[in-house]
C-alpha cells in the first residue's frame, strides 16, 4: 500500500534526477499559477478537476496524464473537495532525462515537440501500464535491494517511451474536453514570440482589434491571472534560461523587454524569493537546490 505525501507548496527539485509524490487532499483549495524548471508528468486519479495550461481548461477524467514543460505556465481548479483530489506527480529534471535518451529518441519529444498536447487520455490498458511503472518509482523510496540506481533509471526510461509513443504514434488516444479561445491562444502565441519586447496591453488590443477591457476579462476568464501578470511571468521564465545560458545578468533584463535592471530584479525576486545571481549559484551548485 502506497502512503500519500503531505502535499507542500515547494515547487522545487532537491535531487537531480527525479522526485515522486502520491498526493491525496480533501481541503486543498487553490494552487497558484506557476511553472517548474524541470519536467512534470501528472497521473490524475480522482477529483472534481479542471487543469488550466497556458490559457486551456482541461476537464478532467480518472487515467489522464497530464505533460507540462519548463515554459508552460499551469494551475489546477479545484471544483469541489467532495471527492479526494488523487494524482501522482513526476518530476524529472532535464539533464537527466537527456541523459537516458538515444539518438534515435529524445525522451524529452512528448515535453518540447510543437505538436505534442498537454494532456494524453488514453485506453485501459495504457493507463494501467502507466499507473504500474509510477507505482514502481513510488516503491524506490523504501527499496533497499540491490541495483536501485538502475532500476529507477529503467523505470523512467520504459515510462517515457511509453509516453512519446502514445503522443505521436499512438491511435488509442481518445477526446478530451478543453475550453479554450481562438483569441486568447492567438494572444498567448504573440507574447511568447515577443518577450523580448515591450509587450503593452494597450498594443494588444489594437493589434487584435478587441477593447482594452474585453482582452483584460477574457483573458483572465480564460487563464486564471491577469494578462499584466501573465507576462511578467513568461518574461521571468525566459530571464532564467538566459541566466542559466550564461549571459551577464545585467544584460537579461534588456533581452527580457523589461525597461531597467531595478524593475527585473523586483520582479524576480517577488516571483521566485531569491535574487537572479543568487538563482544562478544555486542552479550551478553540486546538487544545490533547482529553483
Not at 494532456?119 to 509510477?134: E, G, H, P, S, W
Not at 477526446?175 to 494597450?202: A, P, T
Request: one cysteine or more.
Amino acid at each position: 500500500m502506497i502512503k500519500s505525501h503531505i502535499y507542500l507548496t515547494r515547487q522545487k527539485m532537491l535531487s537531480s534526477d527525479y522526485e515522486i509524490y502520491y498526493y491525496s487532499d480533501t481541503e486543498l483549495e487553490k494552487v497558484n499559477l506557476h511553472h517548474h524548471d524541470f519536467y512534470e508528468c501528472y497521473l490524475f486519479l480522482s477529483g472534481d478537476v479542471s487543469y488550466i495550461i497556458e490559457g486551456r481548461d482541461y476537464t478532467l477524467r480518472p487515467g489522464d496524464i497530464i505533460l507540462i514543460n519548463t515554459k508552460e505556465l499551469h494551475q489546477p481548479i479545484i471544483h469541489s473537495k467532495a471527492v479526494s483530489y488523487d494524482r501522482i506527480v513526476l518530476w524529472i529534471n532535464k539533464a537527466f532525462l537527456h541523459g537516458l535518451s538515444s539518438e534515435s529518441l529524445d525522451l524529452s519529444s512528448c515535453f518540447e515537440a510543437n505538436e505534442k498536447g498537454n494532456v494524453i487520455r488514453t485506453n485501459v490498458d495504457n493507463q494501467q501500464n502507466i499507473k504500474t511503472l509510477l507505482y514502481k518509482l513510488l516503491q524506490m523510496e523504501v527499496y533497499g535491494g540491490l541495483g536501485r540506481e538502475l532500476l529507477y533509471k529503467a523505470y523512467i526510461t520504459e515510462l517515457l517511451v511509453l509516453l512519446n509513443t502514445l503522443v505521436f504514434k499512438s491511435s488509442t488516444q481518445l477526446d478530451i474536453e478543453i475550453k479554450k479561445s481562438n483569441l486568447i491562444e492567438d494572444i498567448i502565441v504573440y507574447i511568447n514570440q515577443h518577450l523580448e519586447e515591450d509587450i503593452r496591453i494597450e498594443d494588444l488590443s489594437e493589434l487584435f482589434y478587441i477593447s482594452k477591457f474585453h482582452l483584460l476579462r477574457e483573458f483572465k476568464k480564460f487563464t486564471g491571472t491577469t494578462i499584466h501578470k501573465f507576462i511578467i511571468q513568461k518574461k521571468l521564465i525566459l530571464s532564467k534560461e538566459l541566466i542559466l545560458a550564461g549571459n551577464p545578468i545585467t544584460s537579461v533584463y534588456s533581452q527580457c523587454g523589461f525597461g531597467d535592471y531595478s524593475n527585473f530584479f523586483r520582479a524576480f525576486k517577488n516571483e521566485y524569493g531569491v535574487t537572479p545571481k543568487q538563482f544562478y549559484t544555486l542552479m550551478n551548485a553540486p546538487g544545490g537546490i533547482r529553483e
